[in-house]
């Protein structure tokens, strides 16, 4: 993706991104250091990357086939969550909403479906039980998926 960085005077704390023909623009105020412009648009191009990856996948169609094929019911909406930074995913079982943080978007599809899956065994069974965990099992790829995020957490996606 190429960037294009504008220093504005007027810009006092705030920074600015948008995608405009494929090139993203950031917009920094005139005062940063270098490493800063550098740190800013990494943050900016990561954050465009992931909202790219996000909406090529249909959340919904997911969760509805993974819902029929292990018995688990379906949720009221599943979303994408870029505030989510310290979990894979989160379920309100009151609601039935599912929100999945944006950083699995560039993961295996196999460990989308699974954490999908673990959240969409929450809407029968609120903690980590034995009978949760045995929804989540029927999941083939359970415990692969699980090392597979374990091995991810430590990296700053």
């Known amino acids: 993706m190429n960037v294009e960085v504008k220093r504005s005077t007027r810009r006092r704390k705030t920074v600015e991104a948008r995608l405009v023909d494929g090139t993203l623009r950031v917009a920094i105020p005139s005062w940063m250091t270098a490493d800063e412009e550098a740190h800013w648009v990494e943050t900016m191009s990561q954050r465009f990357r992931r909202r790219t990856e996000t909406d090529a ?31 894979w995913g989160s379920c309100s079982v009151d609601t039935g909403r599912i929100r999945l943080s944006d950083r699995l978007a560039g993961f295996p599809d196999w460990v989308v479906d699974y954490v999908i899956a673990h959240e969409l065994a929450h ?17 083939p790829l359970a415990e692969r998926a699980r090392g597979y995020l374990m091995a991810r957490a430590d990296v700053g996606d």
């Open 57 to 87: 996948i249909d959340l919904a169609a997911r969760a509805a086939g993974l819902a029929a094929r292990f018995d688990l019911p379906a949720p009221a909406s599943i979303t994408w969550s870029a505030r989510q930074t310290t979990r």
């Open 123 to 139: 809407l029968r069974e609120s903690g980590h039980t034995k009978a949760f965990w045995a929804l989540v099992n029927r999941y």
